[in-house]
C-alpha cells in the first residue's frame, strides 16, 4: 500500500514538473518569438532608413528645409525641387569681426553649380552695406573659375532688419571639382551710415570705395566647410539630340542636352560657315509635360568656348523626371558678317561706318581732349532697343583696347548707348567697335522632342 502511494506521489511530481516543463520551454519559444518579431521590426526600419535620404539634423532639417525657398527668397524652381528632396547640406558656420557676423547656413552644388546659402547678422552698430565681395576657394587654397553674381544690399538698414539672408550662385567651369572642404571668404565690405542711391553721385563718388560717407572694413571673415560628398552623389541625366535648324541659310546644330540635380545646359553649335553672325536665338524654351524650365541661372544666360559654340542655362527638371522634354524658338538675331564692326573718329566725332543708316553717333561736348572727366563717352541712338557692343575694341594699329563702362537707356523715339574710354587711354584713331547685339531677328519657329 505505501508503494503504490509512493508511486502515486512520485506520478504526481513527475506531472507537475512536466507542467512547469512545458509552462517553461512556452515561455522561451514565446520570447524567442518577440525577438525574432523585434529583429524582423529593426530589419525593415533599418531598410527604410537606408532608403531614404536624411540630411544631418533628420526629420527637424526637413520641416526647416521646406522654408529655405522664402527665407532666402529663392525663385528657381530646380533649386525648390533639390531642397524637397533633401539635396542640400546644413552648415551652420560662422565668423565675426566688430560685431558682423557671417554664417554659412547651407549648401548645394552639383558639376555646373555652387550655391551657398548665407546670413549676414548684425550685433553691432552698422546700417548699410554698399558693397561686398567674396570667393570661393577648395581645400588648397585656389580658388574656383566660376562666373559669379554679386549681392547688393545698400537699400537695407541693418539696424532695422539686424539679419539678411541671401545666397550666392556660382557657375562652375568644367575643370571645376568641389573639394573635401571649401573655403567661403567675404572681404572688401563697404558700409555706409546713410542710404544714398548712386543715381544721386557724381561720376567720381559713384564707386563705394570713393563715397565720403562710406569706409571699408578691415576685415575678412572665412567660413571653412567639410562638404558632405555622399549627399551630392547624384550624376546627371544626358540626352543626344543631332537635330539641325536651318533658318534662312544659317545653320544651327543642337548637339545634347545635359540635366544636373540643379542645373540644365543646351549645347549647341553654329556652323562656321554661316554668313552671318548669331546673337542669340530668339525665345528659347527648354519645357517639359509639366512645366518651363525658366531660361537663365540668376542672370547667366549661356557660355562659350569660342565664337560657334554655345551652353545655354536653364533651370533644373532633374527631380520632377517629366514624361516628355521639348526645346523650342522663334527665330535668330543675326546680322551679315561684313556689318559687324562700327568705325568711328573720336577725335571729330564721326561716324564712319555703321551697319544701317539708322544708328547715329550724338555730338557733344565731352569729346576725347575736351572734358574734366575721368573719360568720355560716345554717344549712340538707336530706334531699337537690342544694340550693344563688345567691350573690348581696337585703334587703327591694330591694338586690342578696353572700354572702362557702357551705359544704355531709351525714350519713346530710340534708345542709347553710351560706350565711355578713358581719357587717359593711348591709342590712334579711327577706332573699331565690334557689336555684341543686334536688332535683326529673323523669325522662323522650330520645335524639337528631346524625350
Not at 515561455?27 to 525574432?36: A, E, T, V
Not at 531660361?295 to 527638371?317: A, H, K, M, V
Amino acid at each position: 500500500m505505501n508503494q503504490d502511494n509512493n508511486n502515486e506521489n512520485q506520478e504526481l511530481i513527475d506531472l507537475e514538473k512536466a507542467k512547469h516543463e512545458t509552462r517553461y520551454s512556452d515561455s522561451i519559444k514565446k520570447r524567442r518569438f518577440m525577438q525574432k518579431i523585434a529583429i524582423f521590426a529593426f530589419i525593415i526600419l533599418a531598410l527604410l532608413l537606408a532608403t531614404t535620404r536624411f540630411s544631418p539634423l533628420s526629420n527637424y532639417f526637413n520641416n526647416a528645409a521646406s522654408n529655405i525657398p522664402k527665407l532666402y527668397n529663392v525663385k528657381d524652381e530646380g533649386i525648390k525641387l533639390a531642397i524637397q528632396n533633401n539635396f542640400i547640406q546644413r552648415v551652420g558656420i560662422s565668423d565675426e569681426h566688430a560685431g558682423l557676423v557671417f554664417t554659412v547656413d547651407h549648401l548645394i552644388f552639383d558639376k555646373s553649380r555652387l550655391i551657398v546659402f548665407y546670413t549676414i547678422e548684425n550685433t553691432g552698430d552698422h546700417r548699410y552695406i554698399e558693397d561686398l565681395d567674396y570667393d570661393v576657394l577648395d581645400e588648397t587654397g585656389n580658388h574656383f573659375e566660376a562666373g559669379k553674381t554679386y549681392p547688393k544690399y545698400n537699400d537695407i538698414d541693418l539696424n532695422k532688419v539686424r539679419k539678411i539672408h541671401d545666397y550666392f550662385d556660382l557657375i562652375l567651369t568644367p575643370e571645376n571639382e568641389i573639394s573635401d572642404s571649401i573655403e567661403v571668404k567675404l572681404f572688401e565690405v563697404i558700409e555706409s551710415e546713410v542710404n544714398e542711391e548712386y543715381s544721386n553721385m557724381t561720376e567720381d563718388t559713384a564707386n563705394g570705395k570713393d563715397h565720403p560717407k562710406a569706409k571699408e572694413l578691415p576685415y575678412t571673415w572665412s567660413v571653412v566647410i567639410p562638404v558632405d560628398k555622399d549627399l551630392f552623389k547624384y550624376g546627371k541625366i544626358s540626352y543626344d539630340i543631332n537635330k539641325t535648324i536651318e533658318i534662312e541659310g544659317q545653320k544651327l546644330y543642337i548637339d545634347n542636352l545635359t540635366i544636373y540635380p540643379i542645373t540644365s545646359i543646351l549645347h549647341l553649335r553654329y556652323d562656321e560657315k554661316n554668313s552671318m553672325k548669331i546673337f542669340s536665338i530668339e525665345d528659347l524654351r527648354l519645357y517639359d509635360n509639366e512645366a518651363d524650365c525658366k531660361s537663365g541661372l540668376n542672370g547667366f544666360i549661356s557660355s562659350n568656348t569660342d565664337d560657334f559654340t554655345r551652353g545655354f542655362y536653364f533651370e533644373s527638371n532633374y527631380f520632377r523626371n517629366p514624361k516628355d522634354i521639348y526645346i523650342e524658338g522663334n527665330g535668330i538675331k543675326a546680322i551679315d558678317r561684313d556689318k559687324i564692326e562700327v568705325i568711328v573718329n573720336t577725335e571729330q566725332l564721326e561716324l564712319l561706318k555703321a551697319p544701317d543708316n539708322h544708328l547715329k553717333l550724338k555730338k557733344t561736348r565731352a569729346v576725347r581732349n575736351h572734358t574734366n572727366a575721368n573719360s568720355f563717352s560716345l554717344h549712340f541712338e538707336y530706334p531699337k532697343e537690342g544694340l550693344s557692343f563688345d567691350f573690348n575694341f581696337k585703334d587703327s594699329k591694330g591694338n586690342i583696347l578696353s572700354t572702362n563702362s557702357m551705359g544704355y537707356s531709351s525714350t519713346e523715339e530710340y534708345s542709347e548707348i553710351y560706350f565711355n574710354i578713358p581719357k587717359d587711354l593711348d591709342y590712334e584713331d579711327p577706332i573699331t567697335l565690334t557689336l555684341s547685339n543686334y536688332p535683326n531677328i529673323i523669325n522662323k519657329p522650330f520645335k524639337v522632342k528631346i524625350k
